[in-house]
Nanobody, 113 residues
Framework: QVQLVESGGGLVQAGGSLRLSCAASGISFAIHDMAWHRQAPGKQRELVAAITRGQSTNYADSVKGRFTITRDNAKNTLYLQMNALKAEDTGVYYC???????WGQGTQVTVSS
């Protein structure tokens, strides 16, 4: 059974930082290209950052220079380090496996201005 379990969300003031984690099980994590998406209230889900199995990364323009996506294949875990958070970063953040289309349940990030 595939499980992607996000954690690390919460309430933070603008300018602050959070680190999201996504623990994967039931998949061969090391061979999966992975991504973080987010969905703000009333908006469509959007790609935030992605990382290939070869460690290549790409980011949405809105988060470049502030967010960093990494992975630890030994721990089957995906991370998203978020710095200099803005109110517009508020939303539910989802872990996503691009190989098979698996989604996590999401973790709420709220940035107060």
């Amino acid at each position: 059974q595939v499980q992607l379990v996000e954690s690390g969300g919460g309430l933070v003031q603008a300018g602050g930082s959070l680190r999201l984690s996504c623990a994967a099980s039931g998949i061969s994590f090391a061979i999966h290209d992975m991504a973080w998406h987010r969905q703000a209230p009333g908006k469509q889900r959007e790609l935030v950052a992605a990382i290939t199995r070869g460690q290549s990364t790409n980011y949405a323009d809105s988060v470049k220079g502030r967010f960093t996506i990494t992975r630890d294949n030994a721990k089957n875990t995906l991370y998203l380090q978020m710095n200099a958070l803005k109110a517009e970063d508020t939303g539910v953040y989802y872990c996503y496996s691009m190989r098979n289309g698996y989604w996590g349940q999401g973790t709420q990030v709220t940035v107060s201005s």
